[in-house]
């Protein structure tokens, strides 16, 4: 089976984790900052979210630190599968019915970033401080 070497698939899961912590920092502190947790919570009701109240606290809070532990490569399988479920259900409970496509309120978006979020989710690469962590845990006598 033909595998990129080492450096590229490494190069790839840092970029794709900087790109998604962006992206979920951004929406996270969107929630927090400009919508606020009462104006995120309305807006989750008028799309028919239930339980607003523990929805819109629970989903900023997720974008916010799984964002943050990507950005650092930390944590990356909890952060990674933390954002999928976050986006699964956003995929469920908004964005199913209105097809594929953004433009129309579709799923294209939650999709695509739960593809990326479960893609680092298996693994962070060795620019990470997952991976840190592991070299110095290898290295430590017993």
Known sequence: MLRPPDVVRDLGLLVTRLALAAIFIAHGLQKL???TLPGTAHVLHEQGVPLTSVAAPVSTVVELVAGVALLL??????????LVADMLALLVLVHLPYGL???????ETVLGLAAGALAVAVGAGRWSLDALILRRLR???S
């Open 33 to 35: 900052l400009t919508w």
């Open 73 to 82: 490569g930390l944590f990356t399988t909890v952060a990674g599968a933390l």
């Open 101 to 107: 496509f953004a433009s129309n309120g579709g799923y």
């Open 139 to 141: 290295r430590r006598p």
